[in-house]
């Protein structure tokens, strides 16, 4: 038997060896996490701002979670749809109750909770609003993400995850992000069934729309009787500073898509959430998953849709968030472009002339902070919500370090 792995480039070198490598990860093998906190194998500590994608709102190891996670583990795990489990109608009424909706469809990962609404949009055309079968019409937004599966990257304008993984599926059409009179013109066309977005767009850069964006697309989409489905993968469950950054403009989508925190960073969940005449669609054999709405990602689900019941990770998004926000503005002479942020999730665009985002994500973990880069210049911060102010202000303080390293 070969020796385990022991130090930093051990590891890296056998998951190079061994895994494919669709990914490109900063050079830390990380083993265990606390909190804001994850520690590599060499003791290192570094604040997570990276968060799991936020899929760790509330933090490593949260004990709310840990101990509904052992308990349910210790009762039972897994049973497949084909029979009942005692958590799921408790987790499904709760997260109802939280998004305030009749029904909800429990999957694994978010790009399943997508490929649902895509379908759910689809069959809720052909039934309800009397399209042809076969000739429903999605709309999406330029610069989306959601997910990786074959139908969801058909409709993606990122050339990388998209090269060579055609023939791809039809029936979406792309408008630009942020322009409401486009999203009416493309409404114009009878067939069109459903409009999905992200209410930010993480991947693309913490992308916020213009304010009135969001009530803009709820009227058309009502006015089309076309389904609003808000992607809330990324930007729901507190991150924002609210329950569903939709709240920020008061409007309440068809459709919640749920997932990353959903799971409590501890299990895959996601769900789609939606008013009972339009999940009704969905009827046995349609659509299913052997591992969706297991007890144990149930269990954690509903400790998960308890905690935002308290209100207090919102406002920690919202406190924390001002924090950063103040701090993030002082850096704008800095080799910072720009800064868009919302609660406690922030986009910053880098002078390409300091360096990339990545460069400046590699000096960040040289100062014990973890974050990633993503379209070249940009790198995201999602700190966990439970983050301190004087955890912020380390945050803050290795991004001075780190942009002083790049000048
Ligand atoms: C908005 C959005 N939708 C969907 C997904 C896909 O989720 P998953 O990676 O769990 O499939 C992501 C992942 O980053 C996302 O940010």
Same mark, same amino acid.
């Given at each position: 038997?070969?020796?385990?792995?022991?130090?930093?480039?051990?590891?890296?070198?056998?998951?190079?060896?061994?895994? %494919?490598?669709?990914?490109?990860?900063?050079?830390?093998?990380?083993?265990? &996490?606390?909190?804001?906190?994850?520690?590599?194998? !060499?003791?290192?500590?570094?604040? @997570?701002?990276?968060?799991?994608?936020?899929?760790?709102?509330?933090?490593?190891?949260?004990? /709310?979670?840990?101990?509904?996670?052992?308990?349910?583990?210790?009762?039972?795990?897994?049973?497949?749809?084909?029979?009942?489990?005692?958590?799921?109608?408790?987790?499904?009424?709760?997260?109802? %109750?939280?998004?305030?909706?009749?029904?909800? *469809?429990? #999957?694994?990962?978010?790009?399943?909770?997508?490929?649902?609404?895509?379908?759910?949009?689809?069959?809720? &055309?052909?039934?309800?609003?009397?399209?042809?079968?076969?000739? +429903?019409?999605?709309?999406? #937004?330029?610069?989306?993400?959601?997910?990786?599966?074959?139908?969801?990257?058909?409709?993606?304008?990122? =050339?990388?995850?998209?090269?060579?993984?055609?023939?791809?599926?039809?029936?979406?059409?792309?408008?630009?992000?942020? @322009? %409401?009179?486009?999203?009416?013109?493309?409404?114009?066309?009878?067939?069109?069934?459903?409009? $999905?977005?992200?209410?930010?767009? &993480?991947?693309?850069?913490?992308?916020?729309?213009?304010?009135?964006?969001?009530?803009?697309?709820?009227?058309?989409?009502?006015?089309?009787?076309?389904? #609003? #489905?808000?992607?809330?993968?990324?930007?729901?469950?507190?991150?924002?500073?609210?329950?569903?950054?939709?709240?920020?403009?008061?409007?309440?989508?068809?459709?919640?898509?749920?997932? =990353?925190?959903?799971?409590?960073?501890?299990?895959?969940?996601?769900?789609?959430?939606?008013?009972?005449?339009?999940?009704?669609?969905?009827?046995?054999?349609?659509?299913?998953?052997?591992?969706?709405?297991?007890?144990?990602?149930?269990?954690?689900?509903?400790?998960?849709?308890?905690? *935002?019941?308290?209100?207090?990770?919102?406002?920690?998004?919202?406190?924390?968030?001002?924090?950063?926000?103040?701090?993030?503005? +002082?850096?704008?002479? /800095?080799?910072? @472009?720009?800064?868009?942020?919302?609660?406690?999730?922030?986009?910053?665009?880098?002078?390409?002339?300091?360096?990339?985002?990545?460069?400046?994500?590699?000096?960040?973990?040289?100062? &014990?902070? $973890? +974050?990633? @880069?993503?379209?070249?210049?940009?790198?995201?911060?999602?700190?966990?919500?439970?983050?301190? +102010?004087?955890?912020?202000?380390?945050?803050?303080?290795?991004? !001075?370090?780190?942009?002083?390293?790049?000048?």
């Amino acid at each position: 038997m070969p020796q385990p792995p022991s130090t930093t480039p051990d590891h890296i070198g056998v998951v190079e060896r061994w895994a %494919a490598h669709n990914y490109h990860p900063l050079p830390v093998v990380l083993t265990s &996490g606390s909190g804001a906190w994850v520690t590599d194998v !060499d003791g290192r500590r570094y604040l @997570d701002c990276l968060a799991g994608y936020s899929a760790l709102n509330f933090g490593h190891g949260h004990p /709310r979670l840990l101990a509904r996670a052992h308990a349910q583990l210790d009762r039972l795990t897994l049973t497949s749809r084909a029979f009942h489990n005692d958590q799921l109608g408790p987790f499904a009424r709760d997260l109802c %109750a939280l998004a305030g909706k009749d029904v909800c *469809l429990p #999957m694994n990962t978010g790009a399943e909770a997508v490929e649902t609404a895509v379908k759910l949009a689809r069959k809720w &055309g052909y039934r309800i609003k009397g399209v042809p079968e076969g000739r +429903a019409v999605i709309v999406v #937004m330029e610069g989306n993400f959601h997910g990786r599966t074959t139908t969801i990257v058909s409709f993606s304008d990122d =050339k990388v995850a998209r090269e060579e993984f055609g023939p791809f599926t039809p029936g979406f059409v792309t408008v630009p992000y942020g @322009d %409401a009179s486009a999203l009416r013109a493309a409404l114009a066309d009878d067939f069109v069934v459903g409009v $999905l977005l992200e209410p930010i767009q &993480g991947e693309g850069g913490v992308v916020i729309p213009p304010v009135g964006y969001l009530r803009e697309v709820r009227q058309a989409c009502s006015s089309a009787s076309v389904l #609003m #489905m808000a992607d809330e993968i990324q930007s729901g469950l507190g991150r924002t500073g609210e329950t569903f950054a939709c709240n920020h403009e008061a409007v309440v989508p068809d459709v919640y898509i749920l997932g =990353k925190a959903l799971g409590g960073g501890v299990v895959p969940l996601s769900a789609v959430v939606a008013d009972a005449d339009v999940l009704a669609v969905i009827t046995p054999g349609t659509h299913g998953s052997t591992f969706g709405g297991n007890p144990l990602a149930c269990a954690i689900g509903r400790e998960v849709v308890a905690m *935002l019941g308290t209100g207090e990770f919102q406002a920690g998004a919202r406190e924390r968030g001002a924090q950063l926000a103040a701090g993030l503005e +002082a850096l704008r002479n /800095r080799g910072v @472009d720009a800064v868009r942020i919302r609660g406690l999730w922030a986009g910053i665009d880098l002078d390409p002339a300091i360096g990339s985002g990545r460069a400046l994500c590699e000096r960040l973990l040289a100062h &014990g902070v $973890l +974050a990633k @880069d993503t379209h070249g210049r940009t790198i995201r911060l999602a700190p966990p919500l439970v983050v301190s +102010a004087a955890e912020v202000d380390l945050l803050l303080g290795a991004l !001075d370090l780190a942009l002083a390293d790049l000048a």
